[in-house]
């Protein structure tokens, strides 16, 4: 019976530190949220690049 008392309180022991971790885990992620900064909309701030179309053709001499 000694043993099993044992082999719980470990259980128990490992448990609160896995919910402990979790819980830090869980606040840290919210925080981190919250400090994500929106910058607009992405369509408004989307600039076109030639050199990555397909039909762009280089004017460098090769």
């Known amino acids: ?3 099993a008392k044992k082999v719980l309180k470990v259980l128990a022991v490992i448990a609160a530190v896995a919910a ?3 819980g830090v885990y869980v ?3 919210k925080y981190v949220e919250s400090k994500k900064v929106v910058i607009g909309n992405d ?9 990555c179309d397909d039909t762009f053709v280089s004017e460098t001499v090769a």
């Open 1 to 3: 019976m000694e043993k």
């Open 20 to 22: 402990a971790a979790f």
């Open 27 to 29: 606040a840290v992620k």
């Open 43 to 51: 369509a408004e701030n989307y600039v076109s690049c030639s050199c």
